[in-house]
């Protein structure tokens, strides 16, 4: 593999820690942006805090970073109104691009499955799976889209290769990112068995039985360099999952097995974790106190609210991956042990005790 110089934009995301990881140890020279401090950077990071909607910021955080030939944009921002969301999303590019003085040879965008379903709230009802990368647009605004259109203008005149990835849900380790699935269960499965209460499952009766997959932070991380440094792959988007697929009702067996809780059985309504933790914040610091575990906030640690729109999809989600098994991109990742491997990551971490179910 190649390599040159990386500028991660979300670098304390769950895909910016891992891309740091890996280009890191693959002997590339690493920039990360990022709003807040982390202290769970690899070393090797040169760590920028830098707020992309701050244009002014942006001119003073980039000014000197005039060797950057790889751009790995990997964040974004929720106003929770879609509108707002994509004008403040692509003015956060702009920003980061307007201000950048090196001349870039690739640009790899991040973003989602949202490409095809839709925003939270008005996901598409009758959606045709497997989602295949041919798949048009869906209509009506969405930031995904917004950030698109961005980077294929810039492409043009300022003469780089771009390349999208789209993940479904994402599994990794990164306490910094609230959209994190695999550390809102492991939080889940921590109260449930401290407080001696059933292991729920956390979403509605069509995500329990029907077939799912989902993204490694680290699976995703390897594919968004594979397409930015493989000429053939250059200037084209691609659906980015684990390849496997797999039922809830399976996979929740599994993690309540890690976490060595017995499985209550499903009445086919959700357990929704935003209701959950409401009263749960006391019980957190006592969790946190007992075990010596690094000090977090139960309500900012995970977006409750997305665990809840993850759970209650009423959909099936499954990607093809067509694209890039034909380009060769082979690699896999079974999701069961992605959920594993990020909860043993959350225990080294001190996020979460390491009691029973500790796989390192």
């Known amino acids: 593999m190649s390599s040159g110089t990386a500028l991660i934009a979300g670098v304390t995301g ?17 920039y990360g942006l990022s709003r807040r401090q982390s202290d769970f950077l690899p070393g090797g990071v040169n760590h ?35 509108e707002k ?9 702009a920003n980061l691009m307007d201000n950048l003085p090196s001349k870039i040879k690739h640009f790899a965008l991040l973003t989602g499955a949202k490409h095809y379903i839709g925003n939270f709230g008005d996901v598409i009802g009758d959606i045709v799976t497997p989602i295949k990368e041919t798949m048009e647009r869906r209509p009506g605004r969405n930031f995904y889209h917004d950030l698109e259109d961005e980077v294929f203008g810039r492409a043009k005149t300022e003469n780089f290769t771009w390349s999208v990835a789209r993940p479904m849900a994402i599994v990794g380790f990164a306490p910094n990112t609230t959209m994190n699935i695999a550390t809102g269960l492991a939080i889940y499965a921590t109260l449930c068995k401290e407080m001696n209460l059933p292991f729920q499952f956390f979403g509605g009766e069509k995500m329990f039985n029907c077939l799912s997959d989902l993204s490694d932070a680290e699976q995703v991380a390897d594919h968004m360099i ?5 000429p053939k792959a250059a200037n084209q988007g691609y659906n980015v999952v684990n390849g496997d697929v797999f039922r809830w009702k399976q996979m ?8 060595n809780l017995e499985v209550p059985e499903y009445n086919g309504e959700a357990a929704s974790l935003t209701a959950f933790m409401d009263d749960k914040t006391d019980a957190w610091e006592t969790i946190v106190k007992k075990y010596g575990l690094y000090k977090t906030d139960l309500q900012k640690i995970c977006a409750w609210w997305f665990m809840d729109v993850v759970g209650m999809l009423p959909i099936e989600v499954v990607m093809d991956m067509a694209n890039s098994r034909e380009l060769g991109f082979l690699k896999y990742q079974n999701t069961e042990k992605s959920f594993f491997k990020t909860f043993d990551y959350l225990k080294e971490a001190n996020i979460i005790p390491k009691g029973d179910g500790n796989r390192l």
């Not at 890996?22 to 002997?27: A, E, K, M, Y």
């Not at 969301?85 to 590019?93: F, G, W, Y």
């Not at 594979?226 to 493989?230: A, C, G, I, K, R």
């Open 14 to 30: 769950v895909v910016g820690i891992s891309l740091a990881r890996r280009l890191v140890s693959t002997d590339w020279k690493v």
């Open 48 to 82: 920028i805090l830098c707020d992309l909607q701050d244009a002014s910021k942006c001119a003073d955080g980039l000014k000197t970073l005039k060797d950057v030939t790889h751009v790995f944009y990997t964040t974004w921002v929720s106003t929770m109104d879609p």
């Open 85 to 93: 969301d994509c004008d403040v999303n692509r003015s956060m590019l």
């Open 226 to 230: 594979w397409e930015s440094t493989e």
């Open 252 to 259: 929740w067996a599994a993690i309540a097995k890690y976490f």
